[in-house]
């Protein structure tokens, strides 16, 4: 097992100083407040003494009060339309009154009456309660309700004025006939005047309760923070967070600003370094995760120029998408948590939005093999929102439920879960631009009905069938040390593709009868059997297999010899000295997925040969080909630990005894069975 080598050359270095630069440049350089302080707990600094002048803001609860008493105060506006009544006397004076004319006069000053005061229409007869503007001849007068008449109230006024005129008559019948066409809302309602007029009185409630002036102590150390002196501190550190300006040198602010941005670049290249040393040397790996990581550094220092609030609209939970595509759990999980420190550092709420949104990136992380895609992708935004969700409910019950029912910040999480889903499709364009495969390209890589997949399976059955044990037993040992899975399953599958090329060298494959090594020396049949990783390669090329499979290919024999033939060559009296034809030229294992499928290609491979299937047998095989592939320097330029090493020989053992277990044997039946 290799140790850690500390990256040299220019091409790891200078993408650093790129991020450092850009970093220093777009941090925020106005002041931040230095203070953290919660209700309910005591304040824990100096006394703190106003600066300056500034303005108590009124609570969200104090502020919504008042708008909506200012709307509900709102007085409807009616315009008076004198064409109605002239309209209604010319009906009176044109009506058949017959018998009854006697009454004409008197209904009309009764009719004068009631269009003088005015008449509410339908509509607004029910909903109006104490004073409406009326508007005559362009002025208005505040008139109380009570003063106007609904269309029944002037009715009645004008059937008491026909019966007091003629007291004998039958006056419901005369109404009917003659006076029912008389009566209509001579008040129209101005919406445009009183939407107007609710506005103007909405822009009058003021967001302040009061003016504190400066030299006054806000708070004294020790003291209880309550909620009124939360409100008081809250408004001292909006007005210094959005008005006070920097009044110290400038190059020490600059100078700040670079050190900050120097310790977040070393955090993340030194986590690399720790994590998974080898992305230095896949220079497009590398460049994708500091693109990552600088897009959610970049996004969290120019939402606290732009709108603090927005903080919790921000799909930072993208960032696990993008990078679970191309890497490991345990890589993608430090890489997102040191990409939240710039909104740890910025954002006025910072430790609540960081809590928030690692807890839905860890839900990510582990749901995301589940429900990666199609419709299933939304089952993760959903799973990813209740996550956050939660966690931001918690932080309400700890400030004793205050902000619980502010549904702007939870609507607000939700579009952020839902925005990472929308993004994810980025990931084909990234793909090609950085050149990577993607977890979605190898699952797609291992499907057996792939061109080359089913030409190994024509050609080379026994090959096909080997290679498919290969890919369980590594996927079972990946897992058990969150290795790239999609990676090792997909490799499992190709690594052989070259003995398409001759498939009847190798014992799997061999036709009954038929001996291929019949005739050739020792060192021909080795040069046959270490001919298929070069064959492989050729082969990997022509389907346009991507880099990091060919380099499976070229690693799952390492630098080892074709023992069979080396030791029957050398039994045979060959020359000690002149063996390196029996060896293949290849390289040796670098990653660990490329560990895990160098010894399951050979345990698998092995097991095939066993008369004994028992756990101590099994046991011994697995020993002997992993200390002898360490022995001989197979691992030693892996990033594999040893650790990881015996974690893996232990699944291997426990597969291979579950899939070479014995059966139950089946009494002989000796009489025939009735149905």
Not at 350 to 359: K, Q, S
Not at 372 to 381: P, R
Not at 524 to 549: C, F, N, T, W
Not at 576 to 588: C, M, R, T
Request: charged fraction near 20%; hydrophobic fraction near 45%; proline fraction near 5%.
């Amino acid at each position: 097992m290799e140790k850690s080598r500390f990256p040299r050359g220019y091409k790891v270095y200078l993408p650093l100083v790129a991020l450092f630069v850009l970093l220093t440049l777009v941090m925020p350089r106005s002041p931040k407040f230095q203070y953290d302080y919660k209700k309910g707990a005591p304040w824990m600094y100096e006394d703190l003494v106003s600066e300056f002048d500034f303005p108590l803001l009124k609570s969200e609860e104090q502020l919504k009060s008042d708008l909506q008493k200012a709307g509900s105060s709102v007085i409807p506006v009616f315009r008076y339309d004198p064409s109605v009544f002239q309209s209604a006397q010319s009906a009176l004076a044109s009506a058949e009154l017959g018998k009854y004319s006697s009454a004409r006069p008197a209904l009309n000053v009764a009719l004068q009456d009631i269009y003088s005061k005015g008449i509410l229409p339908a509509s607004h007869q029910s909903d109006i309660v104490g004073f409406v503007y009326v508007q005559r001849d362009m002025r208005a007068a505040k008139v109380p309700v009570e003063e106007l008449y609904t269309i029944a109230e002037a009715e009645d006024a004008l059937r008491s004025s026909l019966a007091s005129v003629l007291p004998e008559a039958p006056v419901d019948s005369i109404y009917n006939a003659f006076l029912a066409p008389l009566v209509s809302s001579d008040l129209v309602f101005d919406q445009q005047v009183t939407d107007l007029i609710h506005e103007e009185n909405v822009a009058l409630v003021s967001p302040t309760l009061g003016i504190i002036k400066a030299g006054q102590t806000l708070v004294s150390k020790g003291e209880l923070v309550t909620a009124d002196l939360e409100l008081l501190l809250d408004s001292y550190k909006k007005e210094y967070e959005a008005n006070v300006g920097y009044d110290g040198p400038e190059f020490l602010q600059w100078l700040g600003n670079a050190l900050i941005a120097l310790f977040l670049v070393l955090i993340l290249f030194f986590s690399i370094y720790f994590c998974n040393y080898h992305i230095f040397e896949q220079f497009n790996k590398y460049l994708y995760i500091l693109l990552v990581f600088t897009l959610s550094a970049v996004s969290s220092f120019l939402v606290v120029e732009i709108e603090p609030a927005y903080f919790y609209m921000i799909p930072f939970t993208l960032i696990v998408l993008y990078l679970l595509a191309f890497f490991t759990r345990r890589l993608v999980l430090l890489v997102y948590l040191i990409s939240l420190l710039p909104m740890l550092i910025a954002a006025p709420d910072g430790v609540e939005l960081f809590f928030i949104y690692l807890a839905g990136g860890i839900a990510a992380i582990y749901v995301f093999d589940y429900f990666n895609k199609g419709w299933l992708q939304f089952v993760l935004a959903l799973v990813t929102f209740a996550v956050m969700a939660v966690v931001w409910g918690a932080f309400r019950l700890a400030d004793g439920m205050e902000g619980m029912m502010n549904i702007r910040q939870l609507w607000q999480l939700s579009l952020a879960a839902f925005l990472a889903v929308a993004g994810y499709p980025l990931i084909y364009l990234f793909e090609k631009i950085f050149m990577l495969v993607s977890s979605s390209k190898l699952v797609e890589l291992s499907d057996t009905s792939r061109p080359l997949l089913r030409l190994l399976a024509d050609k080379a059955p026994g090959t096909f069938q080997h290679s498919l044990q290969v890919m369980n037993l590594a996927d079972a040992a990946a897992r058990s040390i969150d290795a790239n899975i999609p990676l090792i399953r997909a490799a499992a599958l190709y690594h052989d593709v070259g003995k398409i090329a001759n498939p009847q060298c190798f014992t799997e494959n061999e036709t009954p009868g038929v001996k291929f090594h019949e005739g050739l020396s020792p060192k021909e049949s080795a040069q046959e059997i270490i001919r298929h990783v070069s064959d492989g390669l050729a082969m990997a090329d022509k389907y346009g297999l991507p880099d990091v499979l060919k380099d499976f290919i070229r690693s799952h024999h390492g630098t080892t010899a074709t023992g069979y033939f080396l030791n029957q060559y050398l039994n045979d009296g060959g020359n000690p000295d002149e063996v390196s034809e029996f060896y293949y030229n290849g390289v040796k294992p670098s990653t660990k997925e490329e560990v895990i499928l160098m010894l399951c290609d050979a345990v698998e491979a092995a097991s095939r040969s066993l008369k004994d299937y028992s756990p101590a047998s099994i046991e011994g095989l697995v020993d002997r080909i992993i200390d002898g592939k360490a022995d001989d320097g197979q691992l030693s330029d892996s990033d594999i630990s040893l650790r990881e090493v015996n974690v893996v020989r232990q699944v291997m053992k426990a597969y291979l005894q579950q899939m070479y277990h014995s059966r139950v044997s089946y009494p002989k039946r000796k009489e025939k069975a009735g149905k």
